[in-house]
């Protein structure tokens, strides 16, 4: 097992948007969690529910949101401490590099566009799902597969832990996001409450968009 905890890639503007998000992510998530209705009311409030999606109208024994919004707004949902913390660590090692690339304003657009296609990927393997899908996850996961093009060389310094081998090594971004991408192709169809074909579509939008978003046409992407 391993746990990226920065990589060696410095950038050069100031990742505003990045920093802006995982603010608004971590916000949201204790205005929530300490609010009078508790998580659970905002998950099924604000989640995305792929039934509604692909049947075009609303559950109506929960307190909804229009479907069509719940696919934003399930973006910034997050079910417990933990899930936040793993999406907002990627988000903050990766995102900043694939920020300073595309610049602050295409960022945002390559990341919202990231996780609708991360959702719609979910939603086509599971259309008729009423449990809310919720996270950062498949944004981050473009953000993963953009990253993986870009800086394949970049060293991750990244926590090892093996039985009684626990280290901090620097690992190329490709081994480390290549094998955190075969993880998720290999629990396709797992469940555990774990949207994974979110996570594939998401990082293989990433990999694919990055080109399309790309300010610098005549530049090689395939970068150290």
Do not use: C
């Amino acid at each position: 097992m391993f746990l990226p905890l920065r990589d060696e890639n410095p950038t050069r503007r100031f990742p505003a948007v990045t920093i802006l998000l995982i603010a608004s992510n971590v916000l949201i998530f204790l205005a929530q969690a300490f609010s009078h209705e508790g998580l659970v009311y905002y998950v099924q409030k604000m989640g995305l529910i792929p039934y509604e999606i692909t049947h075009f109208q609303s559950l109506p024994y929960l307190p909804r949101l229009s479907p069509a919004l719940t696919l934003l707004t399930s973006m910034f949902l997050h079910g417990s401490v933990f899930h936040i913390l793993g999406n907002m660590l990627y988000l903050w090692i990766f995102g900043n590099n694939v920020e300073d690339y595309l610049g602050s304003f295409r960022f945002v657009f390559f990341y919202l566009l990231a996780g609708l296609a991360a959702s719609l990927t979910q939603i086509a393997f599971n259309p008729n799902s009423r449990v809310p899908m919720i996270g950062a996850s498949g944004a981050v996961a473009g953000v993963l597969g953009a990253y993986l093009l870009l800086f394949p060389g970049a060293r991750v310094m990244t926590l090892v832990f093996l039985f009684v081998f626990i280290r901090v090594v620097p690992i190329p971004a490709v081994y480390v996001l290549g094998f955190w991408f075969l993880a998720q192709v290999l629990n396709l169809g797992l469940g555990g409450g774990v949207a994974w074909f979110a996570h594939v579509g998401g990082f293989l939008a990433g990999f694919v968009l990055i080109r399309g978003f790309s300010r610098r046409r005549g530049r090689r992407l395939w970068m150290n």
